[in-house]
């Protein structure tokens, strides 16, 4: 049974930095991994994901966090730093078992439809 398993969210202030994690198990094939965001009442958005080495970044991201995998271990990471209140968001991590997707990954960002697998997700809130 595939399962991914985020952890590290918190409570952070302006300017903080925090390190997610996401444990996965059960995948039988590669797959491309990615980090999505959710704002109350907005859409979730794609903010990275990282195939074959190479990481794609949205703009409202860029420099700021840094995606990192283990495939040894079944780990993913997202290290954010320079937190922003607007950061605050609930985080997936998310898979995709589709080969297509790793091109696609690094061409495009994340899209939600394209990936089949999801965590729970774990809250961030920056604020002081």
């Known amino acids: 049974q595939v399962q991914l398993v985020e952890s590290g969210g918190g409570l952070v202030q302006p300017g903080g930095s925090l390190r997610l994690s996401c444990a996965a198990s059960?995948?039988?094939?590669?797959?491309?991994i990615a980090w999505f965001r959710q704002a109350p009442g907005k859409e979730r958005e794609g903010v990275t994901c990282?195939?074959?080495?190479?990481?794609y970044y949205a703009d409202t991201v860029k420099g700021r966090f840094t995606i990192s995998r283990d495939k040894a271990r079944n780990m993913s990471y997202l290290e954010i730093n320079s937190l922003k209140p607007e950061d605050t968001a609930v985080y997936y991590c998310?898979?995709?078992?589709?080969?297509?997707?790793?091109?696609?990954?690094?061409?495009?960002?994340?899209?939600?439809?394209?990936?089949?697998?999801w965590g729970q997700g774990t809250q961030v809130t920056v604020s002081s």
């Open positions: 990282i195939s074959g080495g190479i990481p």
């Open positions: 059960g995948f039988t094939l590669d797959y491309t």
């Open positions: 998310a898979a995709s078992v589709n080969s297509a997707i790793k091109a696609r990954c690094v061409m495009f960002g994340p899209r939600v439809f394209e990936y089949d697998y």
